[in-house]
């Protein structure tokens, strides 16, 4: 079974490679303003594109196109980028590598920037791993950088250049909008596109929010109870005669996850940590290796909270179905827990060994109906349990069915 699972995880996930294409109506206007009409490979791009792939027709070759022969392409209801020959700063957020310089250093590229807002003010988006620019533009102007950046100041301290709301004071100016309003705008998305918006309402102007339709729904909180069936070896690197199998057992565990979904790539990924309560009892009796005849008996009273800590890839069916996989770390808190080796006839202690675990990987797929009831099939292979004696190893693994419901 354990095999089984590992066997569809690949087979799923390289499915995946062939059969996640996602082509959504489009356009794109080419170098000789011509405007084709299309569908668009829909990626949902992290990183500003520099290409991308679309079809003619739904039974069309695939074709893909570059930046440079591209003025605009807007996949409708999701997103628009425009090519734009500007000024950029890519000064490092990384305090160790910034200069004393507080001005931008910028050099001119060219670039698919992402529109966010357009209207009377435009507000467009590039971002490229961990630098993020914003850039605007009013009627008739050309699109400039909103300007922040961090710098070191000569006393070693961090020093920030909030320019950009200078620059909006001066060119989008409005009634509703004051001194102590512009204060509380932060460099980042949410909060200049409220500012946009206010000031294209404020000019009773007509304008798009291209983020409007993004997808909000990024946390979601899960109870998950599950039926574990667990295994246990020890061994003794000094004496065959005291390597114990406690065989396979059968248990319940209940666990919580949060999950936050990543906002690109369609929320195909998200991370996910769990607290999930676990418990293992066997007992096995033994003829001793010390006194013959005599019946050992072997115990082991093991609970503990597990921590995984992981990522999760989804596989969409349609609206309402998909399939997933994930990948965790599993760190393993237990408490008051042992393995106990006695004489069966007395009682006599011979041997206790404390439970201290390391962590161990999972391993899971599962499948999930309208972003409420879930079903997994996880496994957890080699964790060791006895990781405090030299002369000691063990094999503990489980696998989980686990039942889902998210209700938040």
Same mark, same amino acid.
């Given at each position: 079974m354990k095999k089984n699972l590992l066997a569809f995880l690949i087979a799923v996930i390289t499915i995946n490679c062939y059969s996640q294409i996602s082509f959504e109506k489009g356009h794109f206007i080419d170098n000789n303003n011509q405007k084709i009409n299309c569908l668009i490979k829909n990626t949902d791009w992290m990183n500003n594109p520099t290409e991308f792939e679309y079809k003619l027709s739904e039974?069309? #070759?695939?074709?893909?196109?570059?930046? +440079?022969?591209?003025?605009? =392409?807007?996949?409708? #209801? @999701?997103?628009?980028?425009v090519r734009r020959t500007i000024n950029i700063d890519r000064s490092t957020e990384n305090f160790n590598l910034m200069t004393n310089n507080r001005s931008p250093v910028f050099d001119e590229e060219e670039l698919f920037l992402k529109v966010l807002i357009e209207g009377a003010a435009n507000l467009y988006f590039y971002r490229e791993g961990n630098l993020k620019r914003y850039f605007y533009k009013r009627k008739d102007t050309d699109i400039e950088q909103l300007i922040y950046k961090s710098y070191r100041t000569y006393n070693d301290k961090l020093g920030k250049n909030t320019q950009f709301k200078q620059q909006l004071w001066n060119d989008l100016k409005c009634s509703n909008i004051d001194l102590e309003k512009l204060e509380r705008i932060e460099y980042k998305k949410n909060s200049l596109i409220k500012f946009f918006i206010e000031y294209n309402t404020c000019n009773n102007? #007509? =304008?798009?929010?291209?983020?409007? +339709?993004?997808?909000? #729904?990024?946390f979601n909180l899960t109870i998950r109870p599950r039926l574990n069936s667990s295994s246990l070896?020890? +061994?003794?690197?000094?004496?065959s005669n005291s390597n114990t199998d406690f065989g396979n057992k =059968?248990? =319940?565990?209940?666990?919580?996850?949060?999950?936050?979904?990543?906002p690109f790539n369609? +929320?195909?990924? @998200?991370?996910?940590?769990? @607290?999930?309560y676990q418990s293992f009892e066997a007992e096995v009796l033994s003829t001793s290796?010390?006194?013959?005849?005599?019946q050992l008996s072997t115990t082991i009273e093991y609970s503990s909270?597990?921590?995984p800590i992981g990522l999760r890839h989804y596989f969409f069916i349609n609206e309402n179905s998909k399939i997933f996989a994930n990948a965790s770390v599993v760190f393993d808190v237990s408490s008051n827990s042992n393995i106990t080796m006695k004489r069966d006839d007395n009682g006599y202690v011979i041997n206790k060994l404390d439970i201290a675990t390391v962590s161990n990987l999972a391993l899971g797929i599962g499948y999930k109906l309208n972003d409420t009831y879930s079903l997994e099939m996880r496994y957890q292979p080699n964790r060791e349990v006895l990781d405090d004696y030299a002369f000691w190893y063990s094999d503990y693994s489980t696998f989980s069915m686990i039942f889902g419901y998210s209700f938040f």
């Open positions: 039974n069309g #070759d695939v074709k893909k196109t570059t930046i +440079n022969s591209v003025k605009e =392409f807007e996949i409708y #209801d @999701a997103s628009k980028y102007s #007509d =304008f798009t929010n291209y983020e409007k +339709n993004e997808n909000k #729904d990024l070896t020890i +061994n003794n690197k000094t004496t =059968f248990g =319940f565990g209940l666990g919580i996850e949060v999950e936050l979904i990543l369609k +929320n195909k990924w @998200a991370i996910l940590i769990e @607290a999930t290796s010390q006194v013959l005849g005599t909270v597990e921590i």
